[in-house]
């Protein structure tokens, strides 16, 4: 990364663990295999999809600060070039 701050990764069974130092603070992460799931029929899906599209507008808020605290541009030009050697790891 630009900024170095990620400092671990494991894989795991859950999925792959991400350990990133951001303003001094340790922040871990899960990010869950692309799996197919089975869904319980007794979820209010509704209204966890209204508690995600508030998360997924506040991490944007987030990730907005914090690249441009570090003066890069928001979203992030990507490279496909490591994106095609990834091999859908990521």
């Known amino acids: 990364t630009k900024t170095n701050a990620l400092r671990k990764v494991f894989i795991s069974v859950k999925g ?3 350990q990133a130092t951001v303003h001094g603070q340790e922040i871990t992460w899960l990010t869950p295999h692309a799996l197919a799931q089975t869904l319980p029929e007794d979820v209010d899906y509704r209204v966890m ?3 995600l599209e508030f ?3 506040m991490m944007g808020f987030v990730n907005y600060k914090l690249y441009h605290d570090n003066q890069l541009r928001y979203p992030p030009v990507l490279d496909t070039k490591l994106e095609d050697n990834a091999a859908g790891i990521v």
């Open 49 to 51: 999809l209204t508690f």
């Open 16 to 18: 792959i663990y991400y």
């Open 55 to 57: 998360y997924l507008a």
